[in-house]
Structure formats: C-alpha cells, structure tokens
Nanobody, 122 residues
C-alpha cells in the first residue's frame, strides 16, 4: 500500500518561510511527476508546483519566484520551499504523486497525501 505523508506545515508571519516535505512509502519501483496543490476556500484544488522525475519544474503564477520545489528520487520525497509567504498562501497543502509503480506491477496509480496546514499571519 502506497502512502504519502506530508510534514512541515505550521504558523508563520507574513514574509517568513516554511519548507514542506512529502515522503512516499510502500513497495515502490518508480514515481512520475510529484507536486503540491492547495485548495483556497470556495475554490477547487489548484496547482502550486510540480516536478518531474527528471527534475523539470512547473509553478503556478502566484507562487513563481517565491516557492521552489525539489525532490530526492532515492528517498521518494518531494520538498516545497516557501519564501516570502503571504496571508493569501494560507491553506492546506496537498502532495500528489503521479504514476506510482509498485514493484511487480506493470501499471502506475496516482496518490494524494492527506494535507498539511500552512497559516500565514499578517
């Protein structure tokens, strides 16, 4: 059973920084793209940033230049460094792993973590 566990959320003042991490556990052979999403109140879940297994990144316009996503493929872990945080960044941040192939299986599945709360005070 593959599980994603996020950590690193918390309360920070505007202008501060936080680093989130998300580790995938299980009998994993490979993982495709990993990413971070958030769900603003009253809206659908939105992209924060993604990173491919080769290290190519993609960011939402609202986070580009402030957030940096990285990953450690050997540890099946993705990170989100968030700098210059703003009150509007307050949200639950969800980790996603695409095309997770378990050892012995020919197909991959997508998985979500349960989320970690980030609160930015003004």
């Amino acid at each position: 059973q593959v599980q994603l566990v996020e950590s690193g959320g918390g309360l920070v003042q505007a202008g501060g920084s936080l680093e989130l991490s998300c580790s995938a556990s299980g009998n994993i052979f490979s993982i495709g793209t990993m990413g971070w999403y958030r769900r603003p109140p009253g809206k659908q879940r939105e992209l924060v940033g993604t990173i491919t297994s080769g290290g190519s990144t993609n960011y939402a316009i609202s986070t580009k230049g402030r957030f940096t996503i990285s990953r450690d493929n050997a540890k099946n872990t993705v990170f989100l460094q968030m700098n210059n945080l703003k009150p509007e960044d307050t949200d639950v941040y969800y980790c996603k792993a695409d095309n997770v192939r378990e050892i012995g299986r020919e197909y991959g599945l997508d998985y979500w973590g349960h989320g970690t709360q980030v609160t930015v005070s003004s």
